[in-house]
């Protein structure tokens, strides 16, 4: 079929001057793929504003625009419950995205339900196994050959079952996804925790894990908690040294890492269309931090100009003519609204050690000095997902080539990170990697690299106190390189740029001088840069593996003696009795994010390999009877022991465990392994102050009891020599509280009440085990 503005203009000059007419009777019959790569799966938008107009019939309100995506989804928009916070949606979104860390368990469990396609289009993406250690060509050329049982297994699998796979080398999933996946009103979920980057081009992407994509890619629909929405009105406009990503910044310092769960995070106000689609996207992407379910921004001309750029201008006319869907209603409401001026906003730096601890840049190295932290910048890193786009490259290019005048090079080792392959050859052709090169960068593989651990870094040892500074998203402890005296700092790219060349936190761009090779002092200009090219994009190589219309001859093999790979055996039901006596494996103290639970960076070689990547369960974890990580007391030897050898000590002798947590226990990364993990190795129940959402619902979906204390202040009732009983399994209920019975070592016993959020469908899924068991007695049924 010709694009879409083809044949407008067709109809155009057929119907003469009823041309007004001509693109609401031309959406009527139009059919505009997804992509490029399905030409036959198309854009619903006409389903979309079918069941929108439902909702709004039933609610009789004005509709934010994250309700009108979320809500057009509805399995049922006639008969769900629908109540912000509460009542649990079921979705049918419209596509699934995965990356490789997470797809290998995610496509074994699909393997083990039997089925013979996926039900959505759905998408493979390898950017998580490159380690950063000499540059893009050899460090590409290495993972390839030390991955190469897993990529070879992805590749099979996308044949086998009808998923697309985009090769090593291709680029990070979100950049993928946002270049030819995301639209605006689209619902995709993502087994990666920064899915919500697609939000910059007004679709609503979540972050989830494996077994929420299986049900997907499955044909079920997906339950999601309704969202509140959380408005984020901007005024002003973007100016000088201040960024997008100040915005999410400075959102972070205000809401913490914990403001957003459950919610959607709306931007809307007339300082939206000062920012570019990939600068939305950069917002939306950081989201993530806050624990937000996602963040969206309403559909606008800079979207539509990112859409024809890349290709897809037919999806950009078509989203002009149901625009009205596409954008929130006057007068909705939002459950919090925050007003940010963006005239008024300053560049800011958050860190260390967690994304939330804001500070404005002009203020960080006297902080610095006061708390004690190094000041000295090591290594400078700009790139991963949430700034990795043509603007961004170019912004930091515009700062490299003004210190390149004046006779300087970065003080401070520095490297970057390009977004896709298609972004890579782009700037290599407009002179953008050269200048970062020429002042000392290192242009790394189109991959995460050090952003999740991936980097083999060696300019200091392990221990020793540093500073680094990256446009990346996260920084928790030992994140980037396993190093927990690595004070880690994010901030936008041209701010690490300009302090790379400094090499100091006591820079700021803004108002300080440098003094060039001359001897002369200068200041650095706020950089300015095209925020698309002016000629077209380069592709660069082609990276995409169509799966084949035929796969009945493709097979997918997984030895038995892989270290990397293996086949899952069913978890086992639950035997219809209370939980007696369980063991409490360790009390955490403080942050426990799912890089403390199920660590990354080297352990990301055995995420398809559930027994061998169980052996770093909880070691990042703070154990609070001793106040050192992976060190818990064996309640049967009474000797101290690693968190993983406590665990498979227990479970050989038949000790069921539980672990006990503090507040947003797995917050950071949708990694299901840090659900998959406790179960495997005999835990029954996680007892916490507070759940970050994705965590929340993996150890669901594997039949562990994600539970809470009724009152915080029992988490202090409880110590690592006590035993636990849960009772209440039996009359397991929605919103009905459990019984804890908490027997202490010199025989006394206290009763505190534990809540949880499970539904029937979800109760369903302890009953049986996990939900991939529920799945299988459904089929059988």
Known sequence: ??????????????????????????????????????PSEYIRYDLLEKNINVVRKRLNRPLTLSEKVVYGHLDDPAHQEIERGKTYLRL???????????AQM????????????????????????????????????????????????????????????WRPGSGIIHQIILENYAYPGVLLIGTDSHTPNGGGLGGICIGVGGAD???????????????????????????????????????????????????IVEYHGPGVDSISCTGMATICNMGAEIGATTSVFPYNHRMKKYLSKTGRADIANLADEFKDHLVPDPGCHYDQLIEINLSELKPHINGPFTPDLAHP?????????????????????????????????????AVAKQALAHGLKCKSQFTITPGSEQIRATIERDGYAQILRD????????ACGPCIGQWDRKDIKKGEKNTIVTSYNRNFTGRNDANPETHAFVTSPEIVTALAIAGTLKFNPDTDFLTGKDGKKFKLEAPDADELPRAEFDPGQDTYQHPPKDSSGQRVDVS?????????????????????????????????????????????????????????????????????????RNAVTQEFGPVPDTARYYKAHGIRWVVIGDENYGEGSSREHAALEPRHLGGRAIITK??????????????LLPLTFADPADYNKIHPVDKLTIQGLKDFAPGKPLKCIIKHPNGTQETILLNHTFNETQIEWFRAGSALNRMKELQQK
């Open 439 to 446: 002042v000392g960068g290192i242009v790394l593989a189109n």
């Open 560 to 632: 038995p003696t892989s270290q990397r790979l293996q086949l899952l055996e069913p978890f086992d039901k639950w035997d219809g009795k209370d939980l007696e006596d369980l063991q409490i494996l360790i009390k955490v103290k403080g942050k426990c994010t799912t890089d403390h639970i199920s660590a990354a960076g080297p352990w990301l070689k055995f995420r398809g390999h559930l027994d061998n990547i169980s052996n770093n369960l909880l070691i990042g974890a703070i154990n609070i009877e001793n106040g050192k990580a992976n060190s818990v």
């Open 213 to 263: 994509a299986v049900d997907v890619m499955a044909g079920i629909p997906w339950e999601l908690k309704c969202p509140k929405v959380i408005g984020v009105k901007l005024t002003g406009s973007l100016s000088g040294w201040t960024s997008p990503k100040d915005v999410i910044l400075k959102v972070a310092g205000i809401l913490t890492v914990k403001g957003g769960t459950g919610a």
């Open 690 to 703: 507070s759940f970050a959402r994705i965590h929340e619902t993996n150890l669901k979906k594997q039949g």
């Open 361 to 397: 840049v002009a203020e960080v190295g006297s902080v610095a000095e006061k708390e004690g932290w190094p000041l000295d910048i090591r290594v400078g890193l700009i790139g991963s997902c949430t700034n990795s786009s043509y603007e961004d490259m170019g912004r930091s290019a």
């Open 92 to 102: 049918r979104p419209d596509r699934v995205a995965m990356q490789d860390a997470t």
């Open 106 to 165: 995610a496509m074994l469990q699909f393997i083990s339900s039997g089925l013979p396609k996926v039900a959505v289009p759905s998408t493979i993406h390898c950017d998580h196994l490159i380690e950063a250690q000499l540059g893009g060509e050899k460090d590409l050329r290495r993972a390839k050959d030390i991955n190469q049982e897993v990529y070879n297994f992805l590749a099979s699998a996308g044949a086998k079952y009808g998923v697309g796979f």
């Open 1 to 38: 079929m010709a694009p879409y503005s083809l044949l407008v203009t067709r109809l155009q000059k057929a119907l003469g001057v009823r041309q007004y007419h001509v693109a609401s009777v031309l959406c009527q019959r139009a059919e505009v793929a997804m992509s490029h790569f399905e």
